[in-house]
């Protein structure tokens, strides 16, 4: 077997220009190929707060079918029932008392008719929809893994995302009685709001109680936005997360309605979702909303905490 030869025959044979200061430059750029790599192994120079922006999740999220027609449906529902007042409704109905018989006594009142109508399914499912989808759908596509390895950090991916569906279910939150309340300006006036109990605030005072209401079912579901999260991180078919949610809620419900459980009740996560409704008088009564408010923190809380202990430990390889 021949000996290798050496390097000096090898430049030889091949002509090779051996300039020493040549020789030098490609010593130095051959030592760049080697990354430098910090303390916790992580490569000099990689941020991991500059992976997966939240505008370009969100923009991301507003792309999708799905959500292009929950907020196009959310525009449409408001129409749809002063549709079915105008032609299911006579005017001799009207203003009997209750909220759907108050329903078309002024702009306030139709907002309220709104929130009372979609405050018990539709806006839950909308929360469980983002928040159920938002990393189940991910594992789904078997994209998961990819964006880990790109890398993003597991803790930035999760409150990403999180916040991206937080953004979207508040804006669903939102529109809807903005759209209401457009609606019941322009075919019932901006009369004052008027209660069940026949307690009437006028109509700036009832933009007060509006936006605070806004606010109340922004907070009152992050109950399931806690839950639905866990549950997406839990499993990798969205149906899933999402239909485990509404089905929580529905129980929940369900149990909310047997009056045999007393004060049990009060622990559920539903028990005070409509206690908004109190603030649609001359004298709101805050203990229910202070206590629904708590409730569904501390509920929203220990999902959150949940999921996350879960995410962490997540095998994404799969």
């Not at 009369?191 to 007060?208: L, Q």
């Not at 109950?223 to 499993?235: P, R």
């Amino acid at each position: 077997m021949s000996e290798p030869k050496s390097t000096e025959s090898l430049v030889d044979d091949h002509q090779v220009h051996t300039d020493p200061a040549a020789i030098d430059e490609l010593e130095q750029a051959a030592s760049h190929e080697h990354l430098a790599v910090a303390a916790d192994g992580s490569v000099l120079g990689y941020r991991g707060g500059r992976t997966l922006r939240l505008r370009v999740e969100l923009a991301r999220q507003l792309r999708r079918r799905r959500t292009q027609l929950v907020f196009g449906f959310l525009v449409l529902l408001p129409f749809i029932l002063w549709i079915a007042f105008e032609f299911g409704t006579s005017d001799n109905a009207r203003r009997s008392g209750g909220f759907v018989d108050l329903a078309t006594a002024s702009a306030p009142n139709f907002v309220v008719f709104t929130l009372f109508a979609s405050g018990s399914f539709l806006l839950p499912v909308i929360v469980a929809l983002y928040f159920g989808d938002t990393v189940a759908s991910e594992a789904s596509w078997s994209s998961l893994k990819y964006l880990l390895a790109m890398p993003v950090p597991r803790h930035r991916l999760m409150r990403q995302k999180a916040l991206t569906s937080g953004l979207l279910s508040l804006a669903a939150i939102t529109l809807l009685p903005v759209v209401a309340l457009l609606v019941g300006v322009i075919f019932y006036g901006t009369g004052e709001a008027v209660s069940p109990t026949g307690d009437a605030i006028s109509f700036g005072d009832s933009m007060i109680a509006l936006v605070l209401t806004i606010c109340y079912l922004a907070v009152h579901l992050t109950w399931m936005a806690g839950l639905a999260l866990f549950l997406s991180v839990s499993t990798d078919a969205p149906l899933g997360a999402v239909g485990g949610t509404v089905l929580v809620s529905i129980l929940s419900q369900i149990l909310d309605q047997i009056t045999a459980l007393e004060g049990l009740r009060d622990y559920l996560p539903t028990h005070y979702a409509f206690a908004w409704a109190d603030l649609i008088s001359s004298d709101p009564d805050w203990e229910n909303i202070t206590k629904g408010a708590f409730s569904a923190i501390a509920f929203g809380a220990f999902f959150a905490l949940l999921a996350w202990r879960r995410f962490r430990t997540k095998d994404i390889t799969s």
